[in-house]
């Protein structure tokens, strides 16, 4: 059969698109694309003639009947998504995982990434973390989620969408401690990239100081460096201290 082709593209400036990525999307029979619109922007400016067709979150099981049966034939099909690499808060699931089903070979390509690249800049710990893609838009349950998550002693990161980003810097204030600490990535290689770092209500002040710095796109990272329970022990060491606790006589 033919092979599926993962085709990360750029999270805002263009030329964050790999030689290999070009040439897949060249060579392949179709590109299966959330907008077909959008990455026929991409296309023409890399002068690609390639056909494309949808694939969003509403036709995405039917649509994979469709394109699992053309890669069995043979034909080679990239999936690409508005932004960023497919199926990272994308569309892309469902195909991925009839493909793996049916026997068909499954190719991902190294590329941009909202979630490693606001990371890698932030200067929060990285050896571990938590990706929960968007927080509940409903003013109870984002609380809860920020309550829940955002305490497990590594770096817990969401995206945010830029109508959002003051209510949820607003519930970070309202539902996180005193000591957590938020970074804030935001416009990701474009021209007013910027990176926002401190506790929620200094972050809140920064958004309220110019309606300009609510524009754009956003990744949230939160931290927690004293990530104490009630008895004032950190998670980690408890959780150290029950290993132990197995090994010893
Ligand atoms: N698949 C994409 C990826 O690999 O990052 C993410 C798609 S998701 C629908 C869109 C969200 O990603 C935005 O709301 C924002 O949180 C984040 N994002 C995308 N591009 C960004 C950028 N240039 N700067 C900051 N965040 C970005």
Same mark, same amino acid.
């Given at each position: ?22 040439? +897949? ?6 590109? @299966? $694309?959330?907008?077909?619109?959008? #990455? !026929?922007? &991409? *296309? ?8 494309? +067709? ?6 995405? @099981? $039917?649509?994979?009947?469709?394109? #699992? !049966?053309? &890669? *069995? ?177």
């Amino acid at each position: 059969s033919g092979t599926l082709y993962i085709v990360p593209t750029p999270i805002g400036n263009l030329s964050d698109i790999s030689s290999r990525a070009l040439d +897949i999307l060249k060579e392949v029979d179709l590109i @299966a $694309a959330e907008d077909t619109r959008h #990455t !026929s922007r &991409l *296309l023409s400016h890399y002068s690609i003639g390639t056909s494309t +067709i949808s694939m969003h979150d509403h036709n995405e @099981a $039917a649509r994979s009947n469709q394109l #699992t !049966s053309k &890669l *069995l034939e043979g034909k080679n099909i990239a999936l690409v998504s508005d932004a960023g690499t497919p199926l990272i808060s994308d569309p892309g699931f469902i195909f991925v995982r009839d493909c793996r089903e049916k026997g068909i070979p499954v190719i991902a390509l190294p590329g941009p990434c909202a979630l490693t690249t606001a990371l890698s800049a932030s200067g929060l710990p990285t050896d571990k973390f938590t990706f929960h893609g968007f927080l509940p838009v409903k003013q109870q349950a984002k609380a809860e989620a920020l309550k829940l998550l955002t305490n497990s002693g590594s770096t817990t990161v969401f995206y945010e969408a830029p109508r959002r980003i003051r209510d949820t810097i607003a519930a970070c204030h309202e539902n996180l401690q005193e000591d957590h600490e938020i970074v804030l990535a935001k416009e990701i290689s474009k021209t007013f990239e910027t990176y926002k770092q401190g506790r929620a209500e200094a972050i809140l002040e920064w958004l309220d100081a110019d309606p300009v710095h609510q524009k754009g796109e956003f990744v949230l990272m939160i931290y927690c460096p004293n990530n104490l329970n009630s008895d004032g022990a950190s998670q980690e060491a408890l959780s150290l201290l029950a290993l132990l606790a197995k090994e010893l006589p």
